[in-house]
């Protein structure tokens, strides 16, 4: 499933969006929709190394991230991640 | 007569009980070889999560765990009484709604319940509490340690499982199977 939102850039991000279309020659849309991905695999790795450590539960990440316990699970599956 | 052994009495968190139905050893489940073993119960809370949920979603070892749980194989436990101070300092140490209930139901049962969860926090609140947490691959030593499953079969489990867990995890609990350690 894919949802359309339209976001508002400052100055900063808007120049390093533009910065990356140019020198990686692909359109503005995708260039966000990668940085938008990294910023939340990065995320993900963060809880995941919370959870690893003992210091959240699994379903305090679930609820960090908006899943399911669930899907939280089928994710780190998808990303091979360990569950303990 | 030869005495019938009791099967050990296990609480599963929802992660040990969807690896539990994930897997299959010789053309069976894993959780199938558990129940032949373990009077499995769990709370209203894990069955929304791991079946209800899981069905929701599409999930084939959802699929599984509600045909079982049909069939009467593990049952459900609603918790039906919340230590109000114990409910404040469980959530005062991060734990969220469906974590308290494993804690509460688990303090229902008797001393003699395992608690099967592979989340380290709850393992750690449950352990603190005089439960008796146990992780899941720790509980198939502990299957083939009071003579209910055969080491083979117990190593085979373990061997499949490994993906799901970190590097020495799996490793640890095979040395002790063997007795190495």
């Known amino acids: 499933m894919t949802t359309a939102i339209s976001i508002e850039l400052d100055d900063q991000l808007y120049r390093f969006i533009t910065y990356l279309q140019k020198s990686k020659r692909i359109p503005s849309r995708q260039v966000t929709i990668d940085l ?4 939340y695999h990065q995320q993900v790795r963060q809880l995941y190394n919370q959870y690893l450590k003992g210091e959240i539960t699994f379903r305090r990440m679930a609820k960090e991230l908006g899943l399911e316990y669930r899907q939280l699970y089928g994710l780190l599956e998808e990303l091979n991640l360990p569950l303990a | 007569m030869q005495k019938r052994k009791r099967k050990i009495s296990t609480l599963f968190d929802s992660g040990a009980l969807i690896t539990s139905a994930k897997f299959h050893i010789r053309k069976k489940l894993i959780v199938d070889y558990l129940v032949d073993c373990c009077r499995i119960i769990i709370p ?3 069955k929304h999560e791991t079946v209800d949920m899981g069905l929701l979603f ?6 599984d765990l509600a045909n079982r749980l049909n069939a009467g194989h593990f049952l459900v436990l609603n918790t039906t009484f919340r230590n109000n101070e114990l409910e404040s300092a469980l959530t005062n140490s991060g734990l969220e709604n469906a974590d308290c209930a494993v804690i509460h139901t688990c303090k229902q049962m008797s001393k003699q319940t395992r608690l099967i969860t592979d989340d380290h926090k ?3 609140c449950a352990t603190r509490l005089g439960l008796s947490p146990i992780f899941l691959p720790d509980l198939i030593l502990l299957l083939v340690n009071k003579g209910w499953m055969k080491t083979p079969l117990a190593m085979e489990i373990l061997e499949t499982v490994q993906p799901r867990y970190t590097k020495g995890f799996i490793e640890l609990t095979l040395k002790r199977l063997k007795g190495v350690i």
Do not use: C, M, N, P
């Open chain 1, 36 to 39: 938008l991905k990294a910023g």
């Open chain 2, 44 to 46: 209203s809370e894990v």
């Open chain 2, 58 to 63: 599409g999930y084939q070892d959802a699929r």
């Open chain 2, 122 to 124: 709850l393992f750690i």
